[in-house]
Nanobody, 126 residues
């Protein structure tokens, strides 16, 4: 089992920045790829960013590329999502998720992730 706890959400004006953190516990963190997803009211959960177990490879949704940065610190069992130039359409509940590093594809698919945090609300005002 892996327990994931997100933090860092809040209310920010358009153009502002937030940094989300996700602390993991329970199993060896470096055995897992990590992802961030988000879900806005009335919409499906969507992929935001992912990072491989070593931190050497990252993936981004087109909608956040160039504005968001995913990173991880395996010594601290934590993954981060730095969000800059925020837009009102970024408003959502943000979830971190973990999946086995065995997989080499499907990083954008929620069903590839076995463990999920409880989510943190991000609200961007215009």
């Amino acid at each position: 089992q892996v327990q994931l706890v997100e933090s860092g959400g809040g209310l920010v004006q358009a153009g502002g920045s937030l940094r989300l953190s996700c602390a993991a516990s329970g199993r060896t963190f470096s055995n897992f790829d990590m992802g961030w997803f988000r879900q806005a009211p009335g919409k499906e959960r969507e992929f935001v960013a992912a990072i491989r177990w070593s931190g050497g490879t990252t993936y981004y949704a087109d909608s956040v590329k160039g504005r968001f940065t995913i990173s991880r610190d395996n010594a601290k069992n934590t993954v981060y999502l730095q969000m800059n130039s925020l837009k009102p359409e970024d408003t959502a509940v943000y979830y971190c998720a973990a999946r086995s590093s065995y997989y080499s594809a499907g990083y954008a698919r929620p069903d590839y992730y076995a463990y999920w945090g409880q989510g943190t609300q991000v609200t961007v005002s215009s």
